[in-house]
Structure formats: C-alpha cells, structure tokens
C-alpha cells in the first residue's frame, strides 16, 4: 500500500530540535518530503542525513524566521528544490515565562516575533503553493499545522506574553480555516500541554525554577506523542479536517 504521503511536500518550522525534529521524521515516515527549517544547520543537516538514511528525502535550510525574507526564502527553496508545499508545521516557538511586572520586554518581543510575526509571514508566503497543492495534488487538500499550547487557551499569572502569543495563534488559526475550507486547506490547531524537550531552557533562571517545580512531579509527554498526533492529523481523508488538538500529559491538572 501507498504510503499516505507519498509525493507530498512538508515544510517543518523549528526542526532543529524537540517536537519540530520529531515531526519531520514522523511526517517522513509517512512518506513526506521534508525541508526542516532553523537557524542551527548542523542539527538540521544530521537529522536531514538521518531521514535520509531511511530511505526517505530532506532538505536542511538555516533560517531565521524572524526575517521576514528569510521566511519567504525557505518557502521558495522547499518549493523549488523539493516540488511544491503540501503540508505546513508551523512550529518554531519560544517561551519566555516571567511576571509582567520589571519584564525585560527584549523577551516579549523575541515571542512577539517568533510566535506570531514569524507564524503568519511563513503560512503567507507557503499559501499559494498550499492552493496548488490543494487543487492538483492526488490528496487534493494541503494542511496548516500550527503549534499553539495549553497556554493557548488557559492563561496563568507569569505567562503573559506566552499567553498572548499562543491564544492569537488559536484566532489566526481558526480565521484561516473559514477562509480556505472551501478550497480544501485544512487547519489544524495543536495544543500540547508539557512536553520534554529544550523550551523550557531559554527561560530566566527564576521563573524557569517555578515551571520546573511545576511539572517535577509528572511524567511529561515526549516530542514523538505530539509528533504522531500531527502524522494523524494530516494523514485524515479529504473530507475530514481535525482542527484543534488539546495533549495533556495524563497527570498535569492545570
Ligand atoms: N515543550 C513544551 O512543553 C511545549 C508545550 C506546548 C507548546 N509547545 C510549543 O511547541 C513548539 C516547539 O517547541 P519545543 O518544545 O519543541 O521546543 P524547542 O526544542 O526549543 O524547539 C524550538 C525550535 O524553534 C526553533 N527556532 C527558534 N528561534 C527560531 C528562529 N528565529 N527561526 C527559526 N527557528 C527558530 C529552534 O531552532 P534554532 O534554535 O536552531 O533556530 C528549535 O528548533 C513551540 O511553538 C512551543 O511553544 C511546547
């Protein structure tokens, strides 16, 4: 039997690391080509040799996409170079937890623009080969996959601007589903609760000690739960459209 991404395109935000990586290799497994998008190309050329080791076809691009251009630039090279964009991760994010309060806002703004700017200028700049894809492909549908948060829909003190990001990441999402259902570009809207992988290294050292105590006492989930649950989602027949994913581990309450 065919595998059910067989001579479709991904294009995988933030796959140098965590659930990014992890998607990248499930969406392979299913027989996607992948370009795996970061700013650290050697994480990003390993795992690339890796999927491609197992048969299937990579593509590492460095990027920041923060840069509106380099954005559009890793859009056009997966494109270009692997024939099309039939499924988009937009996963790269950053969670940089803290009171309001004496906040140095350098941080809110690297949310701001990863969380947001950089979702929205990525799946702008991937849409007209997501239509094409939707209107040629044998599948005949393209996907958006973005990865939003229990914080996208509960918000906590000491989250905020996190918060903020995550829950316009729900809004977009579901705009965008209005506005392209009929044209067969699905979107699905993921939200993990804590998954172990670097996130929670980026934070101040402070708040970063109140998180951990957090989820000390529970076995979190692991990149590979979210990454299946995206390989599902995507996997769904043209008729069915999965469009919000809540993934709490089992023993996280809040
Ligand atoms: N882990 C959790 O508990 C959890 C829970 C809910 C939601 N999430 C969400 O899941 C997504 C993935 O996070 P993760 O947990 O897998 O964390 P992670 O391992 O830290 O992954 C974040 C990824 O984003 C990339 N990235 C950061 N800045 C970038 C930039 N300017 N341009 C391009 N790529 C950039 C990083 O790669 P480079 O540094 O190489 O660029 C990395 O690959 C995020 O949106 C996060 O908010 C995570």
């Known amino acids: 039997m065919q595998n059910p991404l067989e001579g479709a395109v991904a294009l995988v935000t933030g796959a140098s690391s965590g659930i990014g990586a992890a998607t ?109 894809a939707a209107r040629e492909s044998e599948r005949g549908c393209a996907d958006v996959v973005n990865i939003s948060s229990v914080a996208g829909r509960v918000a906590r003190a000491g989250v905020g601007v996190y918060n903020l990001t995550k829950h316009g990441v729900g809004a977009f999402s579901e705009s965008f589903r209005q506005e392209f259902a009929s044209r067969h570009v699905r979107s699905t809207l993921i939200e993990p609760g804590a998954v172990e992988t670097e996130l929670v290294s980026h934070v101040r050292e402070d708040a970063r000690e109140i998180v951990e105590k957090r989820f000390a006492e529970i076995t979190r989930l692991q990149a590979e739960d979210i990454s299946e649950t995206i390989a599902f989602a995507v996997t769904r027949p043209r008729h069915v459209s999965l469009n919000e994913i809540l993934i709490r581990p089992t023993e996280q309450v809040g």
């Open 24 to 132: 990248a290799r499930a969406l392979a497994a299913e027989g996607a080509k992948v370009a795996v998008v970061a700013r650290r190309l050697e994480r990003l050329e390993r795992l690339a040799a890796e999927i491609g080791g197992g048969g299937h076809t990579a593509l590492a691009i460095r990027a920041d996409i923060t840069e509106p251009a380099q954005a559009v630039e890793a859009v056009g090279r997966t494109a270009d170079e692997l024939g099309g964009i039939d499924v988009l991760v937009n996963n790269a994010g950053v969670m940089l937890l803290g009171p309001i309060e004496n906040a140095p806002t350098e941080e809110w703004d690297r949310m701001i623009d990863l969380n947001l700017k950089a979702l929205i200028n990525t799946t702008h700049a991937a849409l007209p080969h997501l239509l094409d």
